[in-house]
């Protein structure tokens, strides 16, 4: 599995980006998303599943806090593009996202970053912080069963972005080491 200090590989994927007729969809690469920025880049098992939409639809309710910290914010699976904007189209919570859903229908991506579970070769819930040289500085990864929490992701965001030492438990507003 792709870890920390690793670089994050170049791809380059389809992703459902907008629902407006003839824009729903671009191609999207690790150099023109990355534009000097961090990322996060979070991956859910499958469209059309329980847990998956609480998920994506709290990041997407905390679009504004990463765009404050210069992220991007990148979301996929191993669904089409085609199946993305279905989803979208018929899941109400899912009509407004603000950030790509990137199709990794090859499951290309998913293999070189290692987070294929074994049984089904669906991709884990795995989130990602890249910083902008491309270099991951973080990764957690959850069982299919259970959410992350975005918050979290935001604060460790945070504590990577001060480039100082952060003590356990540390918030922002709080001294470094």
């Known amino acids: ?9 170049k791809f380059e994927k389809q992703a ?34 329980f847990v998956c939409p609480t998920e994506i639809t709290s990041f997407n309710d905390s679009y504004e806090e990463f765009a404050k910290r210069n992220t991007n914010l990148l979301g996929a699976s191993i669904d089409s593009e085609f199946v993305h904007l279905a989803w979208r189209n018929s899941d109400p919570g899912l009509k407004k996202l603000k950030f790509p859903m990137i199709a990794d229908t090859s499951k290309s ?12 070769k669906i991709a884990y819930r795995t989130t990602y912080i890249i910083d902008p040289d491309g270099v991951i500085q973080h990764v957690s990864v959850n069982g299919l069963n259970v959410g992350r929490n975005v918050q979290e992701t935001i604060r460790l965001l945070d504590a990577f972005q001060t480039g100082e030492l952060t003590p356990c438990d540390w918030v922002p507003g709080e001294d470094t080491l």
């Open 1 to 9: 599995m792709k870890t920390v200090g690793d670089k994050f590989p």
């Open 16 to 49: 459902v980006v907008s629902l407006e007729p003839g824009k729903e969809f671009e191609t999207l690469t690790l150099d023109n998303v990355k534009n000097g920025k961090w990322t996060v880049f979070f991956w859910w098992p499958l469209d059309f599943t």
């Open 109 to 120: 991506l998913s293999k070189k970053l290692g987070i294929l579970e074994k049984v089904n």
